[in-house]
């Protein structure tokens, strides 16, 4: 393989895919970085068995060839040559990189090896308003589960009827949940994609106007922008259903200005960032909720005006947890409601009720 090609498209095009190697394999070909050189194009290629990603740059081709390059090490140097024109050039098992007046070379793999990654999904797919998806992925992933003691919790559930989408995640102590409408889709589907994949989609897609559409085929999801390919696997299994999760009553509603409420937690929240739970409590009466947290540090105490209605309230929780939902809703007033302080309670815009967050309550020995 010989090429050359910009420093900055090869840079970008190493940072967006190395994304996909692994870093916890006895596999050497999964922590690389596939180099494909034909045509008029340089393709680079990764996978770590579960995500792959895929894009092609505009390169000067001499010598087409694939060769597999050590992934981390190759992105961290390729970073460093933005500025300049590079030089690639391959044989057995060595690389070298020349630049400038330089040259370096690097230890590299057969392609052989490189596992192969199907691209023909096209058998299903849905059409959604490219803002729209990056909103639902910001505002359900952070709800996911991280440990794999219950891996299906690691992914979004996506719920499409007709025009409805529906994306639900929880990690058994906080869930989330967003409705809405796409644009087209060739028919009702459910599927379960894992939150890094989202992630990785939501970085890829860019701040348009414009649509995205997303395939699905045999339990791998698909999406292509701007010569980058994201392939995936889906979870299989059955999804917890929300409606049996989500109180459908409520004895306390409590309405106030997000930035203050917002405001307050953060600053209670400092005092015990350290602790287990990062505990604080709110106490809900009259027409204002004392925000209150305490640690060896010290103790914050703060009311909120709002506006309540029904039974007053005292009930503990998590403040990362109350903060990612706070901060996932824009409108400049949301609601809370509450039953006790032991059962879940949800946070809503106070209008758009598109948006719902629920989160488990912290049990305090002085309510019991």
């Known amino acids: 393989m010989k090429c050359v090609c910009e420093g900055i498209d090869l840079s970008d095009a190493v940072l967006k895919v190395v994304k996909a190697c692994s870093s916890k394999t006895t596999v050497p070909v999964l922590e690389c970085v596939k180099l494909s050189a034909k045509n008029d194009g340089v393709t680079l290629s990764a996978t770590d068995g579960e995500i792959s990603i895929i894009k092609t740059i505009k390169a000067e081709i001499y010598e087409e060839g694939d060769v597999c390059v050590p992934g981390k090490y190759f992105a961290d140097f390729i970073k460093k040559l933005e500025g300049v024109q590079i030089s690639l050039s391959s044989e057995g098992n060595k690389m070298d990189i020349e630049y400038a007046d330089s040259q370096t070379t690097m230890q590299v793999l057969s392609a052989d090896d490189f596992p192969r990654i199907d691209l023909d999904i096209t058998e299903n797919s849905f059409v959604m308003k490219t803002a729209d998806l990056k909103?639902?992925?910001?505002?359900?992933?952070?709800?996911?589960?991280?440990?794999?003691?219950?891996?299906?919790?690691?992914?979004?559930?996506?719920?499409?009827?007709?025009?409805?989408?529906?994306?639900?995640?929880?990690?058994?102590?906080?869930?989330?949940?967003?409705?809405?409408?796409?644009?087209?889709?060739?028919?009702n589907m459910e599927i379960i994609c894992p939150a890094r994949t989202l992630n990785e989609i939501e970085k890829m897609i860019p701040d348009s106007e414009g649509t995205t559409e997303i395939f699905v085929q045999r339990g791998i999801i698909l999406v292509a922008c701007d010569n980058t390919v994201?392939?995936?696997?889906?979870?299989?299994?059955?999804?917890?259903?929300?409606?049996?999760?989500?109180?459908?009553?409520?004895?306390?509603?409590?309405?106030?200005?997000?930035?203050?409420?917002?405001a307050s937690i953060e600053r209670a929240a400092i005092l015990v960032r350290n602790?287990?739970?990062?505990?604080?409590?709110?106490?809900?009466?009259?027409?204002?909720?004392?925000?209150?947290?305490?640690?060896?540090?010290?103790?914050?105490?703060?009311?909120?005006?709002?506006?309540?209605?029904?039974?007053?309230?005292?009930?503990?929780?998590?403040?990362?947890?109350?903060?990612?939902?706070?901060?996932?809703?824009?409108?400049?007033?949301?609601?809370?409601?509450?039953?006790?302080?032991?059962?879940?309670?949800?946070?809503?815009?106070?209008?758009?009720?598109?948006?719902?967050?629920?989160?488990?309550?912290?049990?305090?020995?002085?309510?019991?």
């Open 135 to 187: 909103d639902f992925i910001r505002s359900t992933s952070f709800c996911c589960a991280t440990d794999d003691s219950r891996p299906i919790l690691k992914g979004c559930q996506f719920l499409i009827s007709g025009n409805d989408i529906c994306v639900t995640s929880l990690d058994g102590f906080r869930l989330a949940t967003i409705k809405g409408t796409v644009v087209s889709s060739t028919g």
């Open 230 to 262: 994201l392939t995936s696997r889906l979870y299989g299994g059955d999804f917890i259903k929300k409606e049996n999760i989500i109180p459908k009553n409520f004895v306390t509603e409590v309405t106030v200005e997000k930035d203050k409420l917002k």
């Open 275 to 368: 602790d287990k739970n990062s505990l604080i409590i709110f106490d809900i009466s009259g027409d204002k909720i004392e925000i209150s947290s305490a640690s060896e540090i010290g103790n914050v105490q703060e009311p909120v005006k709002a506006k309540v209605s029904g039974k007053d309230v005292k009930i503990a929780m998590n403040s990362k947890f109350i903060i990612d939902a706070v901060n996932a809703l824009q409108e400049e007033e949301i609601t809370l409601s509450f039953n006790n302080h032991i059962q879940p309670f949800i946070c809503q815009n106070k209008e758009n009720k598109g948006k719902l967050y629920l989160i488990l309550p912290v049990r305090m020995s002085s309510n019991d």
